[in-house]
């Protein structure tokens, strides 16, 4: 949990308005649990006050390098898009509880994401198999020209692939990729993705151990605002997404 | 560092800067990033008489130069908070500035008569921009006679000073100000943030689930300069500042409009270590003005010149 | 272009962009830059009833995504005007929009009477933001009793529809906008500059000669959208809206918030193609959310849909 | 008069926060009155929103290059000085009326400058040269560390050099260096500097014809807001510095 200012080393386009960036320089070391997320600063001076959370998709802990992979859709994103080698980023990490509790050693994990709910699912699954699990992904999208990182996923083990429109692999959603293997081998699922899926995945996963990472507005991301607060089933009430998760046992968190 | 130090009702502060009192939560988040014993002071989150949950989410939302807040005095009520969040401040050693909301005058007067007994709370600060319940919706911050009605009666139950925090959704500041020192405040905290709304040209409706929110942040920097202004020439209660301070400059600008401490908010979401930052800043800054002692430049801008200011 | 087309009580305009007043002079300037006639119609700058020579310099100030001006209403009087400057706008064949100001009610209502006359104004638009010196430095903005007798009054007099220009400096706006309608306005134009101020470091006072200044820009977005909403859900007479304005996404919110037509004034600065650029954008912004006829948003972020609205 | 975006082509340091600019691109060409300005935007966004009136330094109509020369002091120009080749420039320009009248076609110019006053100063001397005119100049600055391009006004005609600490030249003010030659030669005085310096030599200058550039605080700097009114000796009693000068005969304004 610090505040670094990382040097530039690579921004390309990777599908229709999604990015990836990698950037590197010291304090990425401490980042090493997936599902942990990053505080962006964007913009110059005082006109973006509030930073953008981004997850971790991957890092190279041995170089000092951290990729991000985000769509560029409002204000700060498209600004972050722009940096270029030789610019630096400022951000706060790592943020956040990340995907830690319950990995299943030697047994089988189902990562499950949405959109860009997928960036953090690749450095849990290259973190699992690791570890000796055996992983396997369902991965959705609106459409062909909105996936990405297919083939990355391929190389980690078995990857489905649903598009709203049919574009690529299946046509639906991701939930419906995922009805059959659950019977077959009873794996711990990880999931990312917007709440709609989330809700959806809730149920399709009964009887199975479930970690959701969820999405909220932010304000501070260290959990003194509470702009983040969602209802919870726990003795407070309420979890702050920034600080206390983003990722939950599914059953936490009410959608 | 003891140029630095100011001294108001009930705050002996060795510099001028504390956090504003809802973007520091009760400082245990902010204490991982640097150690709180720098500060001034701290204010600490509003606290209500019973725990409230707050609005529903999405509770805040970014604007040019500033944000949108619509948290909902979200709070675990003051008993949870004088067991289980103010003994972690002790060990800093810096004054507290207990920041109290409610929808009744009972409420207040319960969480305030409460707080005030805490040893470690040095002052209370009336949060008094929250719907008024009783009195149909109104805000006890915007007409003079309901905050003047309020402050006496919290002051009859308080153990401490009572600062009362401003609304500047108001058309006279002064009138606010001096309606609240003749009801008996030690000082004024200003500006809690201007109502605002934005949309979302998706949705088509209001982004904020509560609908409008508080702006904050450096948009609304020359409101409460401007604010500040009038209502320091008005009052002899002294005066914590706050609305879009960023830099040792804004300090220092609002401290010339007639503050006497500031508070830093929305700054700290940008920055976590803002206010260790300003803190250092303001040597260099005091430097290069050429000014011995920061209490001189208090209402620098209105008042006869006690140091002799640089030529443009 | 007929997509664009918005219609109010003496405004027919092609496209619901105007330039805001104090913001364009009379036109001739930014008729260098572009062909007014692109324009939905075009405020001018407040005319009173004698030439006024202003405040003195500096008038303007820069801040966080805004800027403060104290121009004190300079210009040649409504006489020099009707001569001199309005003539020049006739062959642009846009509505005329003509901002009034005045001290007095007398003031108000002889500058009415006149200008009302002139056959290339279209309606009169009455900035009641003014310091009144009449009534002791009242402005006739912030309270909904004054508001109310000068608007029946310059009602009496003019020729020509009637928009009340409302001041932000005020506690409830919906008030406001209720007491002009009951008065018999026949339009809103909201809202003018939050009163704002800057302190020079260097100087130590305040950096505009007047003190303070209205603050305008992106900064007071979030203002303006807030109590348009609010004001528009209380009126049934049609509002121009402005403050903060930069973009065709902006013009959108704007009139989702209530508007039915905005003027354009700082960004008229930044970019002297603003309100050409911003017509343009609009047919594109238009498409992407799918939207037939502009009419179709105004108010629809507290209206039930009339057109689908995109998922998020 | 237009809304130019040209392209940075170097930006170099040249005193103590003094930097020289040159851009270039279409619209240079149009630059061809020493004293118009430029009104250039600074900052991304919607952070800085009043443009910064910069006078023309130097034009290569040619090559279509301008100069600047500014002080870094504020949030704009220290924004500008850290704009590098590949980056683009948004100005509107030239705005303004400059160093038209009565130059004196074979005769003498005495040039006086102060500050930031003197960049304008060498575009209009070497334009009056060009023309025929035998120029001098008298330049005052703070200090040794403030001044500039004194090599370069030597090569265009005698010019002496004024310091308030007499680090360099005369110590003293501008207005010192100019008395005994104003009474041998009678040139037209053509000035630009802060007000104090004017009003000085507004005294100095009796019996002269002189030129002198104005300073005002502008919003629009077209001439349609009102911002940067002066009272002058006119028909309307004032002027606007922006549209109406910012160069005016030194009786016109009333300082
Ligand atoms: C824990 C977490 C991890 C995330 N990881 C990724 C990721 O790896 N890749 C990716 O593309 N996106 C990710 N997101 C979503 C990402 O934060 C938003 O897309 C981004 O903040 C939008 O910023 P903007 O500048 O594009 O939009 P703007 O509209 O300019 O944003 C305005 C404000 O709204 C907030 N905001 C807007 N949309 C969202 C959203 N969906 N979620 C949270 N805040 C939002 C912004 O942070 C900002 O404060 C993550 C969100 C969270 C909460
Ligand atoms: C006609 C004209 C020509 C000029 N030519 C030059 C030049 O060639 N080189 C140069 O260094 N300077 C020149 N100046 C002064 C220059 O405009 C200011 O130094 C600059 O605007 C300051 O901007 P900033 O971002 O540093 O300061 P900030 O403090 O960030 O500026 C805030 C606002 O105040 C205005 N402002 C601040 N100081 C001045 C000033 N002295 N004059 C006018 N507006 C000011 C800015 O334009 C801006 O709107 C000229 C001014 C005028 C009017
Ligand atoms: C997220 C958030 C929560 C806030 N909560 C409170 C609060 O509980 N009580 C209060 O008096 N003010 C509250 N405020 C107002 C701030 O204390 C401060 O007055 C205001 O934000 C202006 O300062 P700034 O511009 O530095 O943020 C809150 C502000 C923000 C941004
Ligand atoms: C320099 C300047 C001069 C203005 N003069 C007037 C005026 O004469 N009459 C008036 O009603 N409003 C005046 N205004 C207010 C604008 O018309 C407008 O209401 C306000 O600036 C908010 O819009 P904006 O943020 O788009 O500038 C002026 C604003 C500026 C910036
Ligand atoms: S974002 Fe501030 S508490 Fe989570
Ligand atoms: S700057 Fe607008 S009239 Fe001169």
Redesign the pocket.
């Known amino acids: 949990m610090r505040r670094l200012n990382l040097d530039v080393v690579s921004q390309s386009i990777i599908a229709d308005s ?1 990015y990836e960036l990698t950037v590197e320089g010291s304090g990425v070391e401490n980042m090493r649990v997936p599902g942990q ?1 990053l505080h962006v600063k ?1 913009g110059e001076g005082h006109s ?1 006050l ?8 991957d890092v190279d802990i041995l170089n000092q390098r951290l990729t ?13 898009s722009a940096r270029k080698p030789g610019e630096k980023v400022d951000l706060l990490g790592p943020l ?1 509880n990340g995907f830690t509790a319950a990995q299943p050693a030697g047994g089988e994990a189902l990562l499950v994401g949405g959109g ?2 997928v ?2 699912l690749y450095y849990l699954g290259r973190k699992l198999r690791e570890n000796g699990v055996r992983v396997s992904f369902a991965l959705g999208f609106q459409s062909k020209k909105d996936s990405f990182y297919i083939e990355k996923f391929h190389e980690l083990g078995q990857t489905d692939v649903a598009t709203a429109d049919g574009t690529l692999g299946m046509k639906g959603f991701v939930t419906d990729l995922i009805s059959d293997r659950k019977a077959k081998v009873k794996p711990v699922v990880f999931a ?1 993705g917007p709440s709609q899926m989330l809700g959806a995945l809730k149920d399709k996963t009964k009887g199975l151990k479930a970690y959701f ?7 501070c991301g260290v959990g003194a605002c509470f702009a ?1 607060v969602c209802k919870a089933d726990n003795k407070s009430g309420y979890v702050k ?2 600080s206390d ?2 990722v939950f046992a599914k059953e936490e968190v009410l959608l | 560092m003891s140029r630095l130090n100011v001294s108001l009702p009930g705050l002996e502060m060795k510099n001028p800067i504390m956090p504003a009192s809802g973007c520091f939560g009760f400082g245990k988040e902010y204490a991982n990033w640097y150690d709180l014993s720098v500060l001034g002071a701290v204010a600490i989150k509003a606290a209500t008489a019973d725990p409230r949950f707050g609005n529903p989410t ?1 509770r ?3 604007t040019e130069a500033g ?1 949108l807040n619509a948290i909902g005095l979200q709070n675990p009520g003051v008993e949870k908070i004088m067991s289980d969040e103010l003994p972690a401040l002790e060990k800093y050693r810096i004054p507290i500035v207990a920041n109290i909301a409610g929808t009744t005058e009972e409420d207040y007067m319960k969480t305030a008569e409460t707080l005030s007994k805490h040893p470690l709370v040095s002052v209370l600060e009336l949060n008094i921009s929250c719907p008024n319940v009783k009195e149909g919706g109104i805000q006890f911050g915007v007409t003079p006679e309901a905050a003047s009605a309020l402050t006496k009666k919290v002051k009859q139950v308080s153990h401490k000073p009572v600062y009362v925090k401003l609304s500047p959704n108001v058309r006279d500041i002064s009138e606010m100000a001096v309606a609240v020192e003749e009801a008996g405040a030690d000082g004024l905290s200003m500006i809690n943030t201007l109502l605002g709304m934005q949309i979302d040209l998706k949705s088509r409706r209001p982004l904020l689930a509560n609908k409008t929110g508080g702006l904050s942040g450096p948009a609304i920097k020359p409101v409460a300069i401007r604010m500040i202004y009038e209502a320091s020439q008005n009052v002899s209660i002294p005066i914590i500042g706050m609305g879009g301070i960023m830099t040792a400059e804004d300090v220092i600008e609002m401290m010339l409009a007639g503050a006497s401490a500031v508070a830093v908010g929305t700054a700290n979401f940008s920055n976590p270590y803002a206010c260790p930052e300003i803190i250092e800043e303001l040597e260099r800054v005091l430097d290069k003005m050429g000014v011995g002692h920061i209490t001189e430049i208090i209402g620098g801008s209105w008042k006869a010149c006690k140091t002799p200011s640089l030529s443009r």
């Open positions: 999604i997320f964007t973006s509030l930073r953008r959370p981004i997850s971790i998709c991000m992979v985000y769509r560029a859709q409002g204000k700060g994103t498209v600004w972050l956040g860009i709910g960036p953090p990312c990472s969820f999405e909220e507005r932010m304000g983040c997404i920034c998760g983003p | 999405p805040v939302a970014e944000m």
